[in-house]
């Protein structure tokens, strides 16, 4: 059984960075194309940014050349680094883990909450 639990969330102003973390246990996390999604409040959930085994990344517009999606096989770990926060990015943020088919492999974590205001 697949396990994600994001963290790293919190409170940023405008313009301000954060890093989140995804820690996967069960499976083989190198295998696993990882993805971020966000979901604000009345929206749907959107993916944000995916990262494949061979380490292929992909962005939605909206957050290209500002997030930077990255794994750590060593540590099961994905990450996704935010910089030049915008309020229209508080959601709260999930991670994913897929195989290369498109299978989900875990049901969706607690997620992880950013708020961007000043």
């Known amino acids: 059984q697949v396990q994600l639990v994001e963290s790293g969330g919190g409170l940023v102003q405008p313009g301000g960075s954060l890093r989140l973390s995804c820690a996967v246990s069960?499976?083989?996390?190198?295998?696993?194309?990882m993805g971020w999604y966000r979901q604000a409040p009345g929206n749907q959930r959107e993916l944000v940014a995916s990262?494949?085994?061979?380490?292929?990344?992909n962005y939605e517009d909206s957050v290209r050349g500002r997030f930077t999606i990255s794994r750590d096989n060593a540590k099961n770990t994905v990450y996704l680094q935010m910089n030049s926060l915008k309020p229209e990015d508080t959601a709260v943020f999930y991670c994913?883990?897929?195989?290369?088919?498109?299978?989900?492999?875990?049901?969706w974590g607690q997620g992880t909450q950013v708020t961007v205001s000043s």
């Open positions: 069960g499976g083989d996390f190198s295998r696993m194309v």
């Open positions: 994913d883990a897929k195989t290369v088919f498109g299978v989900a492999l875990a049901d």
């Open positions: 990262i494949t085994p061979g380490e292929t990344r």
